[in-house]
T-cell receptor, first 112, second 112 residues
Framework: KNEVEQSPQNLTAQEGEFITINCSYSVGISALHWLQQHPGGGIVSLFMLSSGKKKHGRLIATINIQEKHSSLHITASHPRDSAVYICAVSGGSGGSNYKLTFGKGTLLTVNP | KAGVTQTPRYLIKTRGQQVTLSCSPISGHRSVSWYQQTPGQGLQFLFEYFSETQRNKGNFPGRFSGRQFSNSRSEMNVSTLELGDSALYLC???????????FGPGTRLTVL
């Protein structure tokens, strides 16, 4: 069974700050997902990656397969970035490709 | 392109009853996954269907079941409801396990 740990659990930032959220997992995977959940429940998939780095707008996700670690960066943070960010992994020796195992999430609050 | 839709959005039931939740995936998506989200346990995988076949199941009792129809729409059923089944139930669709998942808005189930 894969264990997914996220840090920090809570993060408060001022608008414009650079933000980093970390995710580590215990066994090999086939893919890692970063998800965003706003109050009210809707979940949006931000990234799915299995190696290297991906960028979308102000969001950057990186993964180090050897170290079993991923980071989500937000540049020039904005209050609308306030949400829960969830890391999830699938596949590899940690389980089925079809099953996501989730971290507990990081609550990000960006103040104006 | 329409997103993932879930019905109903809110549901109140009493202990012992049963409930059926529905999920319509994005057109063309053949994989549908179901997840349960609670404040205590976070997000947990329930099961995943592809082309009407259940490919993987999470660690939930047999009271939780699901099915997928030929048009890829999926239903999940919970029988003999317990207070602990109160949760947000999310479904997500994708083209396949190598593709990102698109989440629906969820069904919030309250068991009294």
């Amino acid at each position: 069974k894969n264990e997914v740990e996220q840090s920090p659990q809570n993060l408060t930032a001022q608008e414009g700050e650079f933000i980093t959220i970390n995710c580590s997992y215990s066994v090999g995977i086939s893919a890692l997902h970063w998800l965003q959940q706003h109050p009210g429940g809707g979940i949006v998939s931000l990234f799915m990656l299995s190696s290297g780095k991906k960028k979308h707008g102000r969001l950057i996700a990186t993964i180090n397969i050897q170290e079993k670690h991923s980071s989500l960066h937000i540049t020039a943070s904005h209050p609308r970035d306030s949400a829960v960010y969830i890391c999830a992994v699938s596949g590899g020796s940690g389980g089925s490709n079809y099953k996501l195992t989730f971290g507990k999430g990081t609550l990000l609050t960006v103040n104006p | 392109k329409a997103g993932v839709t879930q019905t109903p959005r809110y549901l109140i039931k009493t202990r012992g009853q049963q409930v059926t939740l529905s999920c319509s995936p994005i057109s063309g998506h053949r994989s549908v996954s179901w997840y349960q989200q609670t404040p205590g346990q976070g997000l947990q995988f329930l099961f995943e269907y592809f082309s009407e076949t259940q490919r993987n199941k999470g660690n939930f009792p047999g009271r939780f079941s699901g099915r997928q129809f030929s048009n890829s729409r999926s239903e999940m059923n919970v029988s003999t409801l317990e207070l602990g089944d109160s949760a947000l139930y999310l479904c997500a669709s994708s083209l396949g396990y190598r593709n990102e998942q698109f989440f629906g808005p969820g069904t919030r189930l309250t068991v009294l």
